[in-house]
């Protein structure tokens, strides 16, 4: 008989009692520790968009996001950022095509065709790599990278948008190494050893088989690396030269660019506090997030794309937010919400009243809606629906 | 301090921004900055006591294989502009081994140093979108000393050997080289102050301290970090 059915069938008498609100107790310190993530999410939008709001309102959102020109010290101050957004993508994206396949072949050889010994050497360097500062990176890139393509491309300065993409490339290599090479792992031995007896050369099975089966644990770890690559922000601004200005013409990759990261890093310091240069980097950190916002929540889709496609049979009609994305969307609009009712609780009650109705309500209400909702999305492994599919 | 040994000062840097925001808001002692307070700042912090403890000059600095004698100030504010775009548009200005194109290093938009640049050399016209835009002086030097047709501007006190400061030429008997001399005489055109902030008078600690970076010990160390004292 399990625990469970032993405490209910105790129904009255202290003992059980004392078992039941121990059983609460720990529930609510587990959904409190949960929490609060969703929590600190929340305040720092919260903050963000307190600040920046105001620029909004001065500038419009349209001039804000779109105007060309970002000149926050001129006479005519101009605040718009859409070369820095260009920016942004342009140096994440040369920052993938440099990176992608890279850390793909090494963690193919690394998982698939490197002898132990090799193995053991060359993960941990991989690792190192992942452990070096961002800032150590950006002066290495200053002082030997942009001298490099100066003198191989023979350039006035050897600041570029080529510079700023190879050197994100390197930081978000470890990153997707990694997490490739544990998704290229994990693929059971059967199908290695199946393709093999059936004939297909190594590479055969490692392009056919392996990889394909591993796709969705790659398509995490390349997302992984574009978080990554989005968001640095010192060694960016050491190597792109940090000139506000679209690429001309627009795949010069030996141009400088700067990104949404290096004006906030290089202008913050400075900024006269609440005036209007103030309000536009606020502006710029709402967008920036806002960005980091839709990469996350496409890769949510792309996953689901990625798992579903194996098992719905191709007929199928993919409507634009699969069930299963939309699901998820609902359970994290459900935890936000709960998080705002529980900042207000807080602020509009006293601490003693607010800790513990929350403590008591919460996980109850919460558990009881996740159990309910049909369809409720579980992670399930690549390799689970190539096994049912077969 | 090691000739004070019962005063504690701790020092911690940020900006001018930085500066003027920790004092107004009376989280430091002694606020600094290296540009002036603007009118804002001084109504949302009235009780502002600035005090001026050094002079500064800003030089034009190129790579030292330039072989550029002495620039006008039209040319420097036509060539940040973007009006000019080669060395060989300047006379006695060439850079051997490239095609001669400048590049412009600037500082952020945020900085004290390039608010003060901008107002006195460009007059206050906004500098070419193409300008390199660098966080600190120090970056700056490293930039114009490893890019060699590169031109910037830093204060006086970050100018080495790995740099070459350009005289600036108002005609054939002015020609005045940047220094702490020549902006100590005012007749360096490019000089500012770098101010010290308290919050009212300054009294115990505070007011000690500062008669000490006033005093004579003070401007030496000033003197001797390349900057110019104020008194003589």
Known sequence: MDLLTKYRTAATGSAARF???????????????????????????????????????????PAFLFGMSWTPTAMEPAYGIFPLIVGTIFVTFGAMVFAVPLSLGCAIYISEI??????????????????????????????????????????????TWLAGSILLGIMALPTIISVSEDAISSVPHEFREGSLAVGATKWETISRVIVPAALSGIAAAIILGIGRAIGETMAVLMVTGNAAILPDPIWNVLSPIRTLTGTLGIEMGEVSIGSDHYHALFGVAVVLLIITLIVNLSAVRILNYLNEGRTAPKATKKSLLSPRAADKLRTILTYVLAAAGVIILFIIAPLWIALPLIAGRGPVVFLREGRGSPGTSRKRSPLACLSRHR | MATHSNADIQVSGGGSGVGIQAIGAKTVDIGMSSR????????????????????????????????????????????????????????????PNTNNAIV????????????????????????????????????????????????????????????????????????????????????????????????????????DFIDYLLGAD????VADEGYVPITE
């Open chain 2, 36 to 95: 002036e307070v603007t009118s804002a700042e001084k109504t949302k912090y009235p009780d502002f006591d600035i005090i001026t403890v050094a002079h500064d000059g800003i030089a034009v600095i190129v790579n030292p294989q330039n072989q550029i004698q002495y620039i006008t100030p039209d040319q420097v504010k036509n060539v940040y502009l973007g009006k000019v775009t080669k060395w060989t548009e300047i006379g006695g200005a060439n850079v």
């Open chain 1, 19 to 61: 078992f039941r609100l121990k059983e609460q107790a720990v529930r609510s310190v587990f959904f409190c520790t949960a929490l609060f993530a969703v929590v600190v999410i929340s305040f720092i939008l919260l903050f963000l968009l307190r600040d920046g709001y105001s620029i909004f309102e001065t500038v419009g959102i």
């Open chain 1, 114 to 159: 490197a002898s132990p010994r090799v193995k053991s050497i060359l993960k941990p360097a991989t690792e190192l790599l992942a452990g070096i500062p961002s800032v150590v990176y950006g002066f290495f890139g200053l002082i030997v990278l942009t001298t490099l393509i100066r003198e191989v491309f023979n350039l006035p300065t050897g600041e």
């Open chain 2, 218 to 221: 003070g401007q030496k160390i």
């Open chain 2, 104 to 207: 412009l290093v600037g500082r952020d938009s945020a900085s004290g140093t390039r608010s003060y640049f901008d107002e006195s050399v460009l007059l206050k016209a906004t500098p070419s979108n193409k300008m390199l835009e660098k966080n600190s002086n120090g970056a700056v030097t490293q930039t114009i000393a490893q890019t060699p047709g590169a031109i910037g501007y830093v204060s006086i006190g970050y100018v080495s050997s790995d740099v070459k400061a350009v005289p600036i030429w108002y005609n054939a008997d002015k020609i005045i080289t940047p220094s702490a001399a020549t902006v100590k005489d005012k007749s360096y055109p490019l000089s500012r102050d770098l101010y010290i902030i308290t919050n009212g008078q300054p009294s115990g600690l505070t007011k």
